[in-house]
C-alpha cells in the first residue's frame, strides 16, 4: 500500500522558518521516482491550492507565484523523501500542507504542473502549518 506522511508542521512566528518532510511508503526506489510530488495547501472553506512540485525525472521545479523566492522543493530518492523549505513566512501561508503523488505519465513525462488536483493519485493526511504572532 502506497502512503503519504506529511511531517515538520507547527506554528511560527511571521518572517520565521519551517521544513516540511513527506516520506513515503509502499514505494520501492524505481516506483518513487517514476511520480512528481507536489505540495498543496488547504483553509477551511477554500479550494485546495498548488504550492510546489518536483517533476520525476530531471528534477525540474515548480512554484505557486506567491511562494517563489520564499520556499524551496527538493527530493531524495534514496530515502523516498520530499522536502519543503518554507522562508519568510506570512500569515496568509497558514494551512494544512498535504504532499501528493503524480505518475509522470500525466504530464507525458514532463514537468509537472500544479493544475489538476484529480491526476494527484496518492495524497497524505496533512500538516497544520500556522504562521501567527
Known amino acids: 500500500q502506497k502512503l503519504l506522511v506529511e511531517s515538520g508542521g507547527g506554528l511560527v512566528q511571521p518572517a520565521g522558518s519551517l521544513r516540511l518532510s513527506c516520506k513515503a511508503s509502499g514505494f520501492t526506489s524505481f516506483d518513487f521516482d517514476y511520480y512528481h510530488i507536489g505540495w498543496f495547501r488547504q483553509v477551511p472553506g477554500k479550494e485546495r491550492e498548488g504550492v510546489s512540485c518536483?517533476?520525476?525525472?530531471?528534477?525540474?521545479?515548480v512554484y505557486t507565484d506567491s511562494v517563489k523566492g520564499r520556499f524551496t522543493i527538493s527530493r531524495d530518492n534514496a530515502k523516498n523523501t520530499v522536502y519543503l523549505q518554507m522562508n519568510s513566512l506570512v500569515p496568509e501561508d497558514t494551512a494544512v500542507y498535504h504532499c501528493a503523488a503524480a505518475p509522470a505519465s500525466w504530464t507525458g513525462f514532463r514537468e509537472c504542473q500544479l493544475s489538476d488536483l484529480d491526476q494527484w493519485d496518492y495524497w497524505g493526511q496533512g500538516t497544520q502549518v500556522t504562521v501567527s504572532s
Open positions: 518536483v517533476s520525476s525525472g530531471d528534477g525540474s521545479l
